[in-house]
């Protein structure tokens, strides 16, 4: 195993990572550039980390687990509150994952947002296509 000085820093910048978890108004959301990833995103692609996640807050759910609405709720809040910068959605390519992006279109609606959103799709390989 290599050093940990010789291991890029992957630490995070802030607590916690769950969408539902996640209070509205923490600083660091305020006009931030979000990653809302599917929670298993990251783990399948080795370049999530370097193409994704460099200078942005990562917020992580699952549709299929924690249903669209509830989801959709939640981010329109921090929508509304932290205004953020920008916000891609980072989903897998598997039909459950198609539900992230609409949560994320319908919390944009709900809260009159006009936040701009990229979708970023992983395949089943690891590959990332914008």
């Known amino acids: 195993m290599a050093p940990a000085s010789a291991i890029p820093s992957m630490a995070n910048t802030h607590w916690p990572l769950k969408l539902r978890l996640m209070v509205p108004n923490a600083p660091f ?3 931030a550039d979000i990653v809302l990833a599917a929670d298993c995103a990251a783990f399948a692609s080795a370049a999530f980390h370097q193409q994704l996640r460099p200078g942005k807050v990562v917020l ?3 549709p299929k687990f924690e249903g669209m609405q509830v989801l959709a709720e939640h981010l ?3 929508f509304r509150v932290a205004k953020p910068k920008s916000c891609t959605v980072a989903r897998m390519e598997v039909p459950c994952c198609q539900a992230l992006t609409r949560a994320c279109e319908m919390a944009r609606k709900e809260a009159g947002s006009d ?8 395949d089943r390989t690891g590959g990332v296509h914008i």
């Open 60 to 62: 992580i759910a699952c």
């Open 115 to 122: 936040v701009p959103m990229t979708e970023v799709i992983v």
């Open 76 to 78: 329109a809040e921090i």
């Open 29 to 31: 959301l305020q006009g």
